[in-house]
């Protein structure tokens, strides 16, 4: 057990994860991103797959408790930061990101699925330097599923709507 401030915590956290981990929710993301991720049951089904994924590249679990991360052992927000850090180089899409809440946290007590709109909004506050981080030197950016810029998550949910009802 880790000692802070005379309180006891029951295990340490990290602040960058074990590499074993990054692989693992690489690997997770890469299993789902191509997956039509159109509505919260879908997202949910993704979460089984993503976990395969991960599983099959570390099964070493940090999580000790609901708010450490499986993987990386990191607590909610830091690891919600560190992977819109990380998505700078994957150019996951925002379903695929809350996915990856999923696979590392999956006793949170937010259904993440039903609330997508939390990753848009929790990325706004990390570049806001609101999020338990200083805001980054550049902003972070949501993805589409082509893996080009997306201007946010909200504008491209209404942007599907209009074209799946205009077929």
């Not at 990290?14 to 990054?22: D, G, I, K, N, S």
């Not at 560190?82 to 999923?102: K, P, S």
């Not at 981080?133 to 942007?159: E, I, L, M, Q």
């Amino acid at each position: 057990m880790r000692q802070s401030r005379g309180v006891s915590s029951p295990a340490p956290y990290f602040e960058t994860p074990p590499p074993h981990a990054r692989e693992a929710i690489r690997a997770s993301g890469e299993a789902v991103d191509a997956l039509s991720m159109s509505t919260t049951d879908a997202i949910r089904q993704a979460v089984a797959m993503a976990r395969a994924a991960a599983d099959e590249v570390s099964t070493v679990s940090h999580s000790l408790r609901w708010d450490m991360g499986r993987f990386t052992g990191m607590r909610i927000a830091k690891f919600q930061n560190w992977l819109y850090e990380q998505n700078r180089e994957w150019h996951f899409r925002d379903e695929t990101l809350c996915v990856l809440w999923c696979v590392e946290f999956p006793d949170a007590k937010s259904d993440y699925p039903a609330h997508l709109d939390y990753i848009d909004s929790t990325r706004r506050d990390y570049n806001a330097g609101k999020h338990q981080a200083p805001a980054p030197t550049v902003s972070c950016v949501a993805y589409d599923r082509r893996g080009h810029t997306a201007s946010s998550g909200a504008r491209r949910a209404k942007v599907s709507t209009r074209q799946s009802m205009s077929r």
